[in-house]
């Protein structure tokens, strides 16, 4: 069996962390987001493998020839659509295939599931099915599917992953899956609903934490590298190669570390953290519930907590996020939130920085002693 990924969309409510990237390569768990997508087909015996790209197709091109897998790559040149990217791919599907997005995560479970059931979709109950393909049922098979509804007339959603045939290109009309299989299913062919055991889309850029906290639960611990041995650590934590633990630091897993960081003397990491590469955490400084992507630099008594920071950022001493609850505009629609702080790439704060249920953009200055509340702040704003 084949399976198709598409991984050529942006992810525009993610913003500001797809200014540089796209959503299938954000960092989780100090992994891409589709390696995980990878992982759960591989497991399941899968390797005949075709991954669509388009926005910032050279990251995801880049580490896809990393692996150790004859993934062939296609490019859609237009990000106008997921029937569109699938068509992208069509000359190389030979029958029978799994169709995927990139930006979710999905384990192994839930891809055995589906996998052998002819033209099937994997659904799963969302406590905001708005936001998805809202799918009802009949007696197992989807009856209807409405995208993004105003009003869910279930909380049944598609996962956008399907057991399909290439038959069903000819069902393709526009630029969506979702008009694609609701023309399936008019024209009478049966789409079996699956149940998925585990599956997760990160729809805002704090859905990220959740993401990352459901990643961290499986964490074998590893330590590669440098200890103090008046350091403390506990339960699953992974250190990389290069990295520096000082003394005196306290680190509660499940925690992940990348190579040549610097944390301490006097830290502390608590669960639930992701810390990237070549990152350096100064004293007395405290992370937790946090994405931390590298090149980042925490001067001391910093405290930041369910957060995601962006790479190259230089937060000054006394920085502080926490969480609050607000309501933010993305894509003209007001969402109501609760978190820390997002941050974009290559933001700089000074000292006594304070932010709450806010978005701060790539290349963003923030003066210091400033309060951020429930705001976004566009990209290369200064703020005083």
Not at 80 to 91: C, E, F, M, N, V
Not at 179 to 204: F, H, K, L, N, P
Request: proline share 5%; aromatic share 4%; hydrophobic share 40%.
């Amino acid at each position: 069996m084949q399976a198709v990924i598409l991984a050529a969309g942006e992810g525009k409510r993610v913003r500001p962390l797809t200014w540089s990237r796209p959503k299938a390569m954000i960092p989780v768990a100090n992994r891409p987001i589709i390696a995980y997508t990878i992982d759960a087909l591989i497991k399941n015996g899968i390797r005949d493998i075709i991954v669509v790209v388009g926005y910032r197709k050279e990251q995801v091109t880049r580490f896809l020839n990393q692996l150790d897998l004859p993934i062939e790559v296609v490019v859609q040149e237009k990000q106008l659509g997921t029937a569109h990217a699938l068509l992208q791919a069509k000359s190389r599907v030979k029958g029978d295939f799994l169709l995927l997005p990139g930006d979710n995560y999905i384990d192994a479970q839930s891809v055995a599931k589906i996998k052998d059931v002819k033209n099937a979709m994997l659904i799963k109950e969302h406590p905001s099915p708005s936001n998805f393909g809202v799918v009802t049922i009949r007696e197992g098979r989807v009856e209807s599917i409405v995208e993004k509804p105003e009003h869910a007339p279930s909380f049944q959603v598609s996962t956008g992953i399907y057991s399909l045939n290439k038959d069903f290109f000819r069902y393709i009309r526009g630029n969506d899956i979702t008009d694609a299989i609701s023309a399936m299913i008019e024209s009478g062919t049966g789409i079996s609903a699956v149940t998925a055991e585990d599956w997760q889309d990160a729809i805002y850029p704090w859905d990220l934490l959740k993401l990352n906290q459901r990643l961290l639960k499986h964490l074998p611990a590893a330590r590669e590298g440098t200890s103090s041995r008046h350091a403390t650590i506990h339960g699953p934590v992974q250190i990389g190669k290069g990295t520096t633990i000082g003394p005196n630091t306290v680190i509660s897993g499940p925690v992940i570390i990348g190579n040549d960081c610097t944390i301490g003397p006097n830290c502390c990491v608590l669960p639930n953290t992701s810390i990237g590469s070549r990152v350096s955490i100064e004293p007395l400084s405290l992370i937790g519930d946090a994405i931390v992507m590298d090149d980042t630099t925490f001067a001391s008594h910093s405290r930041i907590v369910d957060s995601v920071i962006g790479e190259r950022c230089r937060l000054a001493d006394h920085t502080s996020t926490g969480t609050a609850s607000g309501i933010l505009e993305i894509e003209e629609t007001p969402i109501r939130s609760q978190f820390g702080a997002i941050l974009g790439d290559n933001v700089t704060s000074g000292p006594f920085a304070r932010l709450r249920n806010c978005i701060i953009g790539n290349n963003v200055i923030l003066e210091g002693n400033r309060d951020v509340i429930s705001r976004i702040i566009p990209d290369g704003s200064l703020v005083i």
